[in-house]
């Protein structure tokens, strides 16, 4: 009895341990409000007292197996226009102020206390969006592709317009979200749906639905399912008008002043409630965040993030065909272009129609069209842009898809390469026996991709072939490639093998080792075996081993590198990683690593090794003063780098906070080749000053390109979804800090649902 009465209430307690850790496919019952619901975190309607609850969420970090320190509670209603959420979040709010990074909106997930719902309306476990409210009521919003299975299917550059309040009380935090139907897309059935919470100053994030530490608690294969009592809204046709106007005053370095206004708008048409129709004339982007620059001493080009609102809905059917080195759609080539010195210019559109979402229960379609104007400062024509996709689910989650991407340039003569020199549009080409230099007149991208997922999140994957047509080569313009990834518990692996023919060709891709190789095929696989260690310091290590390599067409080997690594994340939001990587490169091409400073390039055919270590450590996010530090030493070339870099960041919580961010390069080549030192310093200051009023003054010093630049954005949110922006931007050359060029924008958006 000593023995058996203890493991009796063992296994009775684990047994209620197992009742309270919710399912997938739990459900959660909505029923229609019978009277207003008035958003005041009282929660005193008689429709959230008879609501049924969502509750009992269980830990998914730093560990899976207990409930969280506080508690969390979920309820959901509806009326003809808005979808109502209601969160009760426990808490010791009298001994204990929670984690609030800034006012600002769309919040660093990982960084702000925070409670949300993630949202299937499609219930294909594959698309859909979330929205979240801080404890001090600060909002943020965005899509989610790929059923949440990876950090990079979150994107929070989508807006929207709905509404919010929070109480705070001493145990806890009450909210009240109030969602339009007309600003989601949704099909009439079940939902899948979850919530998740991010306690931060206590490093745990829980979840309605239990899901092991191995999986994104928001991803959909731990999503509970709705049961509609009332017939969910039809939402029919919306229709949303965002026009804009701007005013903006410039000057360059010739002492040259120029002021001129602009007017615009974007539209949003629901054509069905999984379709919608995104329109813009004229647009304006002035107002969107700047690149943080990097120094690149890669051959290869660094792909930027879109944050345009324009491209930014179910725009993973557009953007994630193919490889991440090999896309054939890469909307940053629509309006952007790089100049000499590499910074980002416009190229002024003249409209855009996009046409994304679902039609039925197994379809989605995806159709854009886009027309630029002539810009012959950049050497561009007239241009436009079509691309068409569409995608069939298969299985549980898995999709098959077929892409096509169209650039035709307008108003060309057959030479006129004198008035438009862009390099992009000049290609060579055998006339007659001869090799001539003409214009890229149209540019086009065909294929079919199969995207694998399993409902489990344990498998994905990725195949494609995709076939660029134009007027210079009908051989050897192929990519493709194959992805397969298992991921669980203690185990994950990676292994993947792509190709690209020489004549392969995407000018509205990204396609950087084109630019390095004539034609390539390549493989990498990697090896993750992550442990969750019982200890009061650590919450998990995950060492690793990598081997990658590069090969041109004959076969001849130009990379590999094989690196071991080891990663550690600590309980108190700390993490730490070393890495030790084995480079060898046979250089296809001359190539110049420490260009511009360079005295001697490196000639193609040239063989180099060279062994790296990398040590990086980021501190604890939660204090006001945090900080994160990276050091890279060892070879690089036929010389040495040592490399050093981090950010120092202060929080005045919640009103803002100021960080530096420095990185740099010490690189020593033999004599003739030179040396040379960069140094990238980006000081940032964002305040905000309430829930509504933001400034963000953010300052960059890149002496590789000579460049200074100063970016300062005032933006005032004076109703949802509409703004009023101050952005003053200023270019100096770094060694004088003479001014090279200035602009002051002064820009007024406002949304109008008709």
Do not use: C
């Not at 023995?3 to 399912?23: G, H, M, R, T």
């Not at 020489?502 to 891709?509: L, R």
Request: hydrophobic share 35%; proline share 5%.
């Amino acid at each position: 009895m000593r023995w058996f009465i203890p493991l009796l209430l063992a296994l009775l307690f684990a047994d209620v341990s197992a009742q309270i850790k919710n399912a997938p496919g739990k459900e959660l019952r909505i029923k229609k409000a019978t009277g207003p619901i008035v958003l005041d975190g009282a929660l005193t309607e008689a429709d959230w007292q008879t609501a049924d609850v969502a509750k009992d969420f269980f830990m998914n970090f730093p560990t899976d197996s207990l409930p969280p320190a506080f508690q969390s509670e979920a309820r959901l209603t509806f009326d003809d226009h808005h979808l109502y959420i209601s969160f009760v979040a426990y808490d010791d709010l009298d001994t204990s102020p929670n984690i609030i990074q800034s006012l600002r909106r769309d919040i660093d997930w990982e960084g702000n206390d925070n409670i949300g719902i993630y949202l299937d309306p499609y219930d294909d476990y594959t698309n859909g969006f979330y929205f979240t409210i801080t404890p001090m009521g600060v909002q943020s919003e965005g899509i989610i592709s790929n059923g949440g299975t990876n950090d990079d299917a979150f994107n929070d550059s989508w807006d929207n317009k709905w509404f919010s309040s929070v109480a705070r009380l001493g145990d806890r935090w009450v909210a009240e979200l109030s969602i339009p139907f007309k600003s989601f897309r949704y099909n009439q059935k079940p939902w899948n749906i979850t919530f998740v919470r991010n306690d931060v100053k206590r490093n745990q994030v829980s979840s309605w639905i239990a899901t092991p530490v191995a999986y994104i608690p928001a991803s959909f294969s731990y999503a509970g399912k709705t049961v509609w009592e009332d017939q969910v809204p039809h939402a029919g046709m919306n229709v949303s008008l965002i026009p804009y106007v701007t005013l903006t005053t410039a000057r360059d370095d010739d002492g040259q002043a120029s002021a001129q206004s602009q007017v615009g708008f974007d539209a949003k048409v629901g054509l069905t409630p999984a379709l919608n129709l995104d329109l813009t004339v004229n647009p304006d982007f002035s107002n969107v965040e700047v690149d943080r620059q990097i120094i690149n001493l890669t051959r290869f080009e660094f792909g930027f993030p879109e944050r345009r609102q324009f491209f930014l809905e179910n725009s993973d059917l557009f953007a994630q065909q193919g490889f991440p080195d090999s896309r054939p759609f890469f909307s940053r080539r629509l309006g952007l272009i790089s100049d000499s010195s590499g910074a980002t210019r416009q190229v002024p559109i003249s409209y855009g129609a996009r046409l994304s979402g679902k039609i039925g229960s197994d379809w989605r379609v995806g159709l854009l069209n886009l027309q630029t104007r002539e810009k012959s400062a950049l050497g561009l024509p007239a241009q436009n842009y079509t691309v068409g996709v569409i995608q069939r689910q298969v299985f549980s989650r898995s999709n098959i898809g077929l892409v096509f991407v169209n650039k035709q340039s307008l108003g060309l003569g057959e030479y006129d390469s004198t008035r438009f020199y862009n390099p992009s549009l000049l290609r060579k080409k055998v006339v007659q026996g001869r090799e001539v230099t003409r214009l890229n007149r149209y540019n086009r991208v065909i294929g079919a991709d199969f995207n694998l997922f399993t409902k489990s999140n344990r498998w994905n994957g990725d195949f494609y072939y995709h076939r660029s047509l134009d007027d210079f080569a009908t051989t050897k313009n192929y990519s493709y490639g194959a992805f397969l990834g298992y991921f669980s518990r203690n185990l994950n692996v990676f292994v993947g093998q792509n190709g690209v023919g020489k004549n392969y060709n995407a000018e509205v891709g990204f396609v950087p080792s084109l630019a390095v190789y004539p034609g390539y095929h390549g493989g990498f696989v990697r090896v993750e075996t992550p442990i969750f260690p019982n200890s009061k310091k650590i919450a998990r290590m995950a060492p690793s081993v990598e081997a990658n390599y590069t090969a041109l067409p004959d076969g001849t080997l130009t990379d590999y590198a094989i690196s071991g690594g080891y990663d550690i994340n600590f309980k108190n939001t700390a993490q730490f990683s070393a890495n030790y990587t084995d480079v060898f490169q046979r250089l296809p091409e001359e190539f110049n690593p420490i260009f511009p400073a360079g005295d001697s390039a490196l000639l193609a055919g040239q063989q180099f090794g060279w062994r790296e270590f990398n040590l990086q450590y980021n501190s604890d996010t939660r204090k006001l003063f945090n900080f994160s530090l990276n050091s890279t030493l060892g070879g690089f070339y036929n010389g040495r780098r040592g490399s050093v870099g981090g950010t120092l960041s202060y929080r005045y919580q919640p009103f803002g906070s100021f960080s530096v961010t420095v990185d740099y390069n010490d690189i020593r080549l033999p004599e003739t080749y030179g040396s040379a030192t960069f140094l990238l310093v980006q000081p940032r200051l964002d305040l905000t000053f309430t829930d509504k009023l933001f400034l963000t003054t953010f300052l960059q010093y890149n002496d590789r390109f000579n460049n200074v630049n100063l970016n300062a954005r005032f933006q005032w949110r004076f109703k949802p979804a509409s703004d009023f922006f101050v952005v003053y931007t200023e270019n100096y050359l770094s060694e004088t800090f003479t001014s090279k060029n200035r602009a002051l924008v002064l820009k007024l958006t406002y949304w109008f649902n008709l």
